[in-house]
């Protein structure tokens, strides 16, 4: 499949048209944003890692019954997913505090959640991606009824309960991420974007090293080898 007219750009990837109007193509890039934009730099080889940690984690999901939008990956940067209707709520999901959580509510950093909170925000740059509550949501029109906004949050529920136990298994705590959704052409909801250590948490669990973009946020460095070895851990013990 080949990538025709640029659709869309976005701070982490460029998706393209292709000859079948269900199916969309998504580059990777290297470059990395924080702080809705106003941190920027470019790590290379940052995209494809994010690609081929991210069809990993589809193909999983997928194995586990959960509809997402993969197809395949194509090369080291490029992924064949279907196109969907955008969902624009960012359903983060977190087992524990840490980031906006501990600085919004003063949660130390680090609990472990007594359950694990599932939030939205609204996926909107110029308003800073506000938080939302049911109710915002469905006055903005994001979603049709309340009905869906339950479907998101038991989705997120049941992708965090593959994905937590994968992820301790190869010694890395899920500590939060963020989801984004669409509806296919059915009208379906299935899960879109991307999982990777650029919307996820990782911290592991012997040292408590940070393995994902807070390297990269609170300038720590090291944040290709952390990506790496994500990647690394998953293809490690693959299932
Ligand atoms: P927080 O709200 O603490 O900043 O983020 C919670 C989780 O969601 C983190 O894993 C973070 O990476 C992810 N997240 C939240 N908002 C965004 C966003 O706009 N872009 C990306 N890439 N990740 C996000």
Aim: proline fraction near 2%; charge should be negative.
């Amino acid at each position: 499949m080949e990538k025709r007219e640029l659709l869309y750009e976005g701070k982490a990837k460029r998706l393209f048209y292709t000859d079948d109007k269900d199916l969309l193509i998504s580059e990777f890039k290297d470059d990395l944003t924080a702080f809705n934009g106003e941190k920027k730099s470019s790590e290379a080889g940052k995209g494809a890692l994010n690609n081929k940690i991210s069809t990993e984690l589809f193909k999983l999901l997928d194995s586990k019954g959960v509809p997402t939008h993969f197809v395949e990956m194509l090369d080291d940067n490029h992924m064949l997913h279907k196109k969907v209707d955008v969902i624009m709520i960012e359903v983060i999901v977190r087992n524990i505090a840490t980031g906006s959580l501990t600085r919004t509510l003063g949660i130390k950093d680090g609990t472990v959640l007594p359950f694990t909170l599932v939030e939205f925000d609204f996926k909107n740059d110029d308003l800073g991606d506000p938080k939302l509550n049911d109710q915002h949501c469905i006055i903005l029109g994001l979603v049709d009824d309340v009905a869906e906004l339950d479907t998101l949050r038991k989705m997120a529920r049941e992708i965090n309960d593959i994905l937590l136990p994968y992820f301790a298994d190869k010694g890395l705590n899920l500590v939060d991420f963020k989801l984004e959704f669409g509806k296919d052409s059915n009208g379906d909801i299935i899960l879109a974007d991307e999982i990777s250590p650029d919307n996820c948490r990782f911290w592991d669990m012997e040292t408590g090293e940070k393995m994902d973009k807070d390297r990269f946020r609170q300038g720590l460095g090291g944040l290709k080898v952390a990506y790496e070895q994500v990647l690394e851990r998953i293809l490690g013990s693959k299932q």
